[in-house]
């Protein structure tokens, strides 16, 4: 079955430490994204893939870093200058191109991040 | 500032009945509207769309209705049924050009709860 896989599902990290947040897709899609989840809060686009090599800063990107070596994988690091790291991450990706204007991000399961 | 906003964090229903979700939003270059499903611990997934040259799509128990004047829309969800307990987000999308594509902007999600 094609889909977005994130893991590890539960991760805990000490403050100060860099922690990497794993997504790989085998939906053969170009455009890949990160959100975070807090609560109260909508998603909010941390980074942005529209192909390999290639990525964008989204919304709150202070923090984080990301790589897009393969087309299916698009790692987010959540670096010690993050001030707020303890979320809900949220990986998700797209198809592009002709006839794919508007159509629906297809999203993993989540990561929860807890940094003490 | 919150251009896409759920004023309602919380709603319950009695099985059998009708769910209506709300969603306002304030920027008027959004021409694409979303609505996403979302259980505890997994990522949302794509549930029903209209686009701005609409004010209704309808897709089984699901409906969506835009009001393109008072810039909302709502969700309808008749008959509710238990499995439709669930974090319900609302997203709209523009074309932004630095972005490169089009851009959601989430909601800050409604939990639906359905009373057997």
């Known amino acids: 079955d094609g889909g977005i896989t994130q893991s590890p599902k539960y991760l805990f990290r000490k403050e100060g430490q860099n922690v990497t947040l794993s997504c790989e897709q085998n939906?053969?899609?170009?455009?890949m994204y990160w959100y975070r989840q807090d609560p109260g809060q909508g998603l909010r686009l941390i980074y942005y893939?529209?192909?390999?090599?290639?990525?964008q800063k989204g919304d709150i990107a202070e923090g984080y870093s990301v790589s897009r070596e393969k087309k299916e994988s698009f790692p987010l690091t959540v670096t010690s200058a993050q001030k707020n790291p303890t979320a809900f991450y949220l990986c998700?990706?797209?198809?592009?191109?002709?006839?794919?204007?508007?159509?629906?991000?297809?999203f993993g399961n989540g990561t929860r991040l807890t940094v003490t | 500032d919150q251009q896409v906003k759920q004023n309602s964090p919380s709603l319950s229903v009695q099985e059998g009945r009708i769910s209506i979700l709300n969603c306002d939003y304030t920027?008027?270059?959004?021409?694409?509207f979303l609505w996403y499903k979302k259980y505890p611990a997994e990522g949302p997934t794509f549930l029903i769309s209209?686009?701005?040259?609409?004010d209704k799509n309808e897709d089984g128990r699901f409906t969506v209705f835009l009001n393109k004047s008072a810039k909302h829309l709502s969700l309808h969800i008749v008959p509710s049924q238990p499995g439709d307990s669930a974090v319900y987000f609302c997203a709209a999308s523009a074309w932004i050009s630095n972005f490169g594509n089009e851009k959601l902007t989430f909601g800050t999600g409604t939990r639906l709860t359905i009373i057997p």
């Open positions: 893939s529209q192909i390999v090599n290639d990525f």
């Open positions: 998700a990706s797209k198809i592009t191109g002709e006839f794919s204007y508007n159509s629906p991000l297809h």
């Open positions: 939906l053969n899609h170009d455009a």
């Open positions: 209209i686009s701005s040259i609409k």
């Open positions: 920027n008027s270059m959004f021409d694409y």
